[in-house]
Every structure is written in structure tokens, then in C-alpha cells.
């Protein structure tokens, strides 16, 4: 819906909207957030790239004409995009079956993959495909995010500890570690090593020894952001001065100054075939955890997300990605937290992180050069710590032993089958355990709580019934696979002795009748009228009972449909007063299991 004011076209370029409003203070504080976000992002890129098995200058291509775009779509005032590191793991996975890492043909494909990933994106975007997502569970996503951080941390070993290791799974990784320990040098593993124990240091105790000098809280914070390329320089200089680099410590190399190459990517169809699916995967996965941080940022300052525009503006990065010798990427959890917290007011000092980046690129390039692999490989792992969120695996299989079972099968999967079979094993177990779950709905007999218009479970409260009237509480919507369940549960109830006259469904939590439901509904109409038993609906949503107004249902319907449960009790117990129930009237019913209170 246009907003008053909103420039026409502001739905598809929200810098019309934001950029009218634009002023000194926010040019000021988006400043001072994209040299913070510059700081952090260039090691960052560089080590992504590395991650990916491509040239580190790639984690910067994708870091400039990218921003720019998500500038003019996006609709994420914090959001920072760019190499991601499960997207650069999911890279590397995709394009190692292609093409042997470092090669000419892997950096093509590179930009093959990132072309087809906006595509996705974008084509989303524009058919408003964002609910799409939802079907990656938030347990699935967590266990996939958790495997692919152990997954990241080990594939790093390489470069921190200087050996031979390749493998895109956990045992393979880990296959040739103890043959490559054995012929260890010394050089690398200092410098990787003192670099892992120098950011775990500054990460542990870094803010409480800055506050202790004076420095306020949230300066610290955003000081303790720039670790990362602290440790590098330091990192450097040492293995500078000990004349190891080069000379027993790989370092990143020739970084090619000035703007990058502008291109169309190119390739046999055959590639395009094979990448299409890893795109699809990557598209999903990276826009997943680019709205998370987004979405939380965005309700954090009270500002509105739109999921769908964000498609349009993760889409727009990617194509400006593949065109200018990038890589896949997407919003970064952490850089998007350091953006915030730093001040940025619009997407403008996402522009300006790439006019830093550009910067840096025509000024140090030289400088980078010298940088060691091992301290790149260290920033990586200390920054997939994060991602290892175990506490959740506890929480999740305590609630719901399912989805638990789905997370810790999704873990297992990433680790011993790749990426993509893991994401695919836990999309697969949630799509199945939600089936599972549905197709047997949880049905209530219930009872009326005496002097009262509320109805409850016969089994959790202590409550009145009726012999004549047996109600039946649905929890469920209605759909091809747990009609069979339905029907049994309603057999059970009519069979047993003396048999009701009069069967009630209350459908308060019924959303959707599908029309194999409807033909049940039908049939178990017939069976009960040729028994003599009334069926009755009560409390049908209004949406429901639109579409079941002209159906053959509502025109057979040996019952009546009530408004409330209340009505229906009230009204067809007047109808059968005349014919008290065997055994009895209207009895009371102890709960037999939980306790009376909140539980229906």
C-alpha cells in the first residue's frame, strides 16, 4: 500500500522515499558507520573470498558496485551485504564440482553462480515469492548454520596450520590431518596460531580491559569490532621482521588496484545447468539469514522491512556481483550489528563502505599484499565460533523432540554429506515431520465447565456431559492427508454405548477444508443420518463457511450449524429433554491428567 507522500515509484527504488528526507545529521552519522563497517568488511572480504577458493581480491570486487546497488533497492536501513561466510562455503561446495579451485574456469563460474543467484532473487522478488523461505524451520536453519561453522573452522586448518588438507565433509577435511602434522613447520603455525590466540583474547577480555581505561561500553564494543584487522597488521609485521613472509608463510599476493572488471559472465549451458540448483540454494539460504538480522534490526528502530523489496535488493547485488568479477553474497549478521550499533541512519552508508573499500583498494593495495593467510584463516574461524549455537540444540530437543530430531539429522548431514545435502536432508525431515504431524490432528472431546459458556477436554478439567450430545473439538485444518484420522476418531466416539444422538464439531481451528476433506465430510454426513445421529458444526470460521455455502454438505447436513459450542449444547439438549440419556442425565467429569488452568 502507498504511503502518503511516498514517491509512486518508491516501492521499487526506496532511496526516492528515504532519499528525500536526506540531511546533514544522516550524511554524518552514515559516515561515520561505513569507515567502522570498511575497517571490519576488508578482511572480512579477503578472507570469504579465500574461503570460497577464490582470488581475495574477489571478496572486495564483490564488496563495491554490489553495495551501491542494494543502496538504490534495498529496504534495510542497517542491512551490510556482501561475502558471507556459509554462502562462501556453499560457493566453494558448488563451483568444486566444476572446476579445480584458483583456476581460470572456477572464477568463471563464480560469476556464473552469482548471476544466476540474483536472477532467483529478483524473479522472487518480483512474483512476491518471500513466504517461500518459511519452509526453512528455524531448528533446520540453526543445526545447518552450527555444521556449516565446524565445517568453515576446519576447512581453514589448511591455511592456519600451513598443510595439504581438501574435502568438502567433515571426515575428508580431517582424513590427512595427522600424515600432514607430521611434516609441520614452524612459521605458519605461529602466525596462525598467535593470531587465533590473540582474537580470542581480545574477544574474551578486550572490552572489560578497554572499559577499565576509561572507554564507554558501546565504544568498546565497536572498537572490539576492529580486531580482526588489528591482529592481521600485527600478525604481519612480526612475520615481517622475521623475515618469514613469502618464506614459509603464504601471504594473500598480488592484489590488482583500481575499479573492477566490468563483464558479462560467460559459459558452456551445461555449467549453467549444474549451477542452477547450488544458486537456488544459496539464494534461499543467504536470504533467510540476510532478513533475520534485518527484520531484528529494523524492529529494533521501529522501521518497517519489506521481505519482498529485499528479494529485489539481494537480487540487484548479485547481478551487479557477476558483473564486476564478484561472488555470491548476501547481508552479513555481523557487519549489519557493527552498521547499527555505529549509527547508520540509511542504506547510503553501504554506497559509502564501497567508496572506503574503492579507497583502500587504489591506496593499499600494496599493503594487502603482504598479509598472511594464516591470520586471514584465524579471523575466519573465530568468526564461525559464533554461528555454533549449542545451547539451541539443548532448548529445541527439550520443547519438541521432532524438530530436534531434525536439527541434529541436519548437522549430521552438513557434516558427513556436504552443504547442499544437508540443507536439503533438513528441509526434507521438517516438510516430513510437518506432514506427519497433521495427519493425525489432535481431536478433544469436551465438556462444558459448569456455570459457564466455555467447553474444555473431557480428559484435563472436570466438566459436565451429556450422553445425547458428544462434541468433538477439531485442531486442526481439514486436508487429503488427515481426513482417515478424523474419521476414525468420530467412529470411535458414535460407536460406543448408548450411542449419541447428536454429534457436534466445533471447528475454531479450522482454517482450510480442502476438498478431500470435504468429500469425507460428506460421506460421514450420510453414515451418520442412515444411523440416526444428527452431525452438527458449530463456530465455522467465516472464510470456511464461504466456501462450503454452496457445497453439497451444507445442502445434506442431517444437523444444523451453531454460532457457538454454547448454542449447540443449549439447543439439543432442549430437543432430546424429552429423551433422558441412558444411565442417566447430564453427568460431571473429573480431570484424570494436567491440572485445571490455561490447558484446553
Request: charged letters at 15%.
Amino acid at each position: 500500500m502507498k504511503r502518503s507522500g511516498e514517491h509512486p515509484l518508491a516501492r521499487w527504488l526506496p532511496i526516492l522515499d528515504w532519499g528525500r528526507r536526506y540531511d546533514r545529521h544522516r550524511l554524518t552519522d552514515d559516515l561515520l558507520a561505513a569507515l567502522i563497517v570498511t575497517l571490519m568488511l576488508v578482511p572480512q572480504a579477503l578472507a570469504y573470498a579465500m574461503l570460497a577458493g577464490l582470488p581475495p581480491v574477489t571478496g572486495l570486487y564483490a564488496s563495491l558496485l554490489p553495495l551501491a546497488i542494494y543502496t538504490l533497492l534495498g529496504s534495510s536501513s542497517t542491512l551490510s551485504v556482501g561475502p558471507m561466510a556459509v554462502v562462501s562455503l556453499m560457493t566453494a561446495a558448488a563451483l568444486g564440482r566444476v572446476a579445480e579451485a584458483g583456476s581460470a574456469d572456477y572464477v568463471a563460474a563464480a560469476l556464473v553462480l552469482a548471476l544466476l543467484s540474483g536472477v532467483i532473487l529478483l524473479v522472487m522478488g518480483l512474483c512476491r515469492l518471500g513466504f517461500l523461505v518459511n519452509f526453512l524451520s528455524h531448528p533446520v536453519m540453526t543445526g545447518f548454520v552450527s555444521a556449516s561453522g565446524v565445517l568453515i573452522a576446519a576447512s581453514q586448518l589448511k591455511h592456519l596450520l600451513g598443510v595439504p588438507l581438501s574435502g568438502s565433509t567433515l571426515p575428508a577435511l580431517l582424513d590427512g590431518l595427522p600424515q600432514a602434522i607430521a611434516g609441520l613447520g614452524m612459521a605458519t603455525p605461529l602466525v596462525g596460531l598467535g593470531s587465533l590466540a590473540m582474537l580470542w583474547s581480545l574477544r574474551r577480555w578486550g572490552r572489560g580491559g578497554l572499559m577499565r581505561l576509561g572507554v564507554p561500553g558501546r565504544a568498546a564494543a565497536l572498537l572490539l569490532k576492529l580486531a580482526p584487522i588489528v591482529t592481521i597488521v600485527v600478525a604481519a609485521l612480526v612475520a615481517g621482521a622475521a623475515g618469514w613472509l613469502g618464506h614459509g608463510v603464504a601471504v594473500i599476493g598480488t592484489i590488482p588496484a583500481g575499479l573492477p572488471p566490468l563483464g558479462l559472465p560467460t559459459g558452456e549451458p551445461e555449467l549453467w545447468r549444474t549451477l542452477l540448483w547450488p544458486a537456488v540454494l544459496i539464494s534461499i539460504v543467504g536470504y533467510v539469514e540476510s532478513v533475520s538480522v534485518a527484520q531484528a534490526l529494523a524492529v529494533r528502530r521501529g522501521e518497517r522491512l519489506e521481505p519482498d523489496q529485499e528479494l529485489i535488493g539481494l537480487g540487484g547485488a548479485n547481478l551487479a556481483a557477476a558483473f564486476s568479477g564478484g561472488m555470491p553474497i548476501t547481508g552479513g549478521f555481523s557487519r549489519s550489528v557493527v552498521n547499527f550499533d555505529a549509527g547508520a541512519r540509511t542504506p547510503a552508508a553501504g554506497a559509502f563502505t564501497a567508496l572506503g573499500i574503492l579507497l583502500v583498494m587504489l591506496t593499499f593495495s600494496p599493503w594487502l599484499e603482504r598479509l598472511p593467510m594464516a591470520s586471514l584463516a584465524a579471523t575466519i574461524i573465530i568468526a564461525v565460533l559464533s554461528l555454533v549455537d549449542l545451547p539451541a540444540f539443548v532448548r529445541v530437543w527439550r520443547y519438541a523432540r521432532g524438530e530436534g530430531v531434525a536439527m541434529v539429522a541436519t548437522v549430521a548431514a552438513t557434516l558427513f554429506g556436504g552443504v547442499e545435502i544437508g540443507i536439503l536432508v533438513g528441509v526434507g525431515l521438517s516438510l516430513a515431520l510437518h506432514l506427519y504431524g497433521t495427519s493425525r490432528p489432535h481431536t478433544a472431546e469436551v465438556g462444558r465447565v459448569p456455570g459457564t459458556e466455555h467447553f474444555r477436554n473431557v480428559r484435563r478439567h472436570a466438566v459436565e456431559t451429556d450422553a445425547r450430545v458428544a462434541i468433538l473439538r477439531v485442531d486442526e485444518s481439514l486436508y487429503f492427508a488427515n481426513v482417515r484420522h478424523l474419521e476414525d476418531r468420530v467412529t470411535a466416539v458414535v460407536n460406543r454405548q448408548p450411542p449419541p444422538r447428536h454429534l457436534v464439531l466445533t471447528c475454531q481451528a479450522i482454517n482450510v477444508i480442502d476438498a478431500t476433506a470435504l468429500e469425507s465430510l460428506e460421506a460421514l454426513n450420510r453414515r451418520l443420518a442412515a444411523a440416526g445421529i444428527g452431525l452438527h458444526l458449530a463456530e465455522v470460521k467465516g472464510p470456511v463457511m464461504d466456501r462450503l455455502e454452496d457445497t453439497s454438505l451444507m445442502k445434506t447436513l442431517n444437523g444444523r450449524v451453531f454460532l457457538s459450542t454454547f448454542e449447540a449444547w443449549q439447543m439439543l439438549l432442549r430437543s432430546t429433554i424429552a429423551q433422558p440419556a441412558a444411565g442417566g442425565a447430564t453427568v460431571r467429569h473429573r480431570a484424570t491428567s494436567g491440572e485445571q488452568g490455561p490447558c484446553v
